[in-house]
């Protein structure tokens, strides 16, 4: 019933619901890498780690999926380069039978909504000048702005069993379900209320809490096993909160993972992305991918 009421409420307002071809994004190898924040450079090392694309920066991955979990802007300075790769991987992928699903991070939210605290000089640069940037973010007129908007939600499960956000979820928004979520979302977008609840509270796109461990270790697991009971998953992916380490964050037996390494310059230039294998036996094998090789998880 609520999945009803939200297509039906999409429907009479007109609003930009993604839907995911599931059959499209059936796959038994699905690659995810976290916060790209502008850095091309980065972006393509990772990306051809990973086997998802090649040398020439086209897909690679046949029918894989290619899962990006948000902040593709702020930072650096190739948001241009780093928008381009994506709509051109998202077309290349579909032609091939796989797909790309993008995620909508904070920063694309705060481009999106003008706060721009985060932009540095050397991308309003590369746009020709603040107001050629602003309009490239135009969710009606600009390339950016559009694409976005018609291209990414802000949560995503894959196959029934991997939950994928930018941030950490909470047991409050895992209970209004993916649709409702991506619902208000794109809601919010349309209406250009980038206040909006699914936009800054413990959410989606800004909560840390797991990810810290806040509630300390044994609670936060309790509530990442109660988040995937209500939504039916059996891990959690998340990016937003850069690790040190260069290394995906797994906490509570592999039931989240944290896969914001810092890939961008700003943050050491660190590379890795996750792969999950789905198995004939219905379960998945989960490994990190970094330069030195493959380390498996679960």
Known sequence: MARFFSLLAVAVLGLQLIQVDRASAASNRIVAVGDIHSDYKQAL??????????????????????????????????????????QKLRGQASAAGGAVINLLGNHEVMNLGGDLRYVTKED????????????????????????????????????????????????DWAKKGIDQ?????????????????IFTTNGPIWNRNLAK??????????????????????????????????????????SYIGIDVGITAYYGANRAALEIIENSDGTQTVSAIYPSGKVILS
């Open 124 to 171: 309003t640069a590369s746009f020709g000048g603040a107001t050629a940037r602003k309009a490239a973010w135009d969710m009606q007129t600009g390339w950016i702005g559009k694409f976005v908007y018609n291209s990414f939600n802000i949560t995503h499960i894959q196959n029934g069993h991997t939950l994928f956000s930018h941030a950490d979820m909470s047991v």
């Open 213 to 254: 461990e806040e509630a300390g270790e044994d609670e936060t697991c309790e509530v990442i096993e109660n988040i995937k009971q209500i939504l039916g998953v059996k891990r959690m992916i998340s990016g937003h909160t850069a690790q040190s380490s260069g290394k995906v964050l797994t906490l509570c037996d592999n």
């Open 181 to 197: 979520m991506n619902y208000l979302a794109h809601k919010a977008l349309k209406d250009k209320k980038f206040k909006e609840p």
């Open 45 to 86: 090392a990772v990306l051809q780690m990973a086997k998802v694309i090649d040398s020439k920066g086209d897909w690679i991955a046949g029918q894989d999926t290619f899962v990006q979990t948000g902040d593709n802007v702020d930072r650096g300075a190739g948001t241009i380069d780093v928008y381009k790769l994506l």
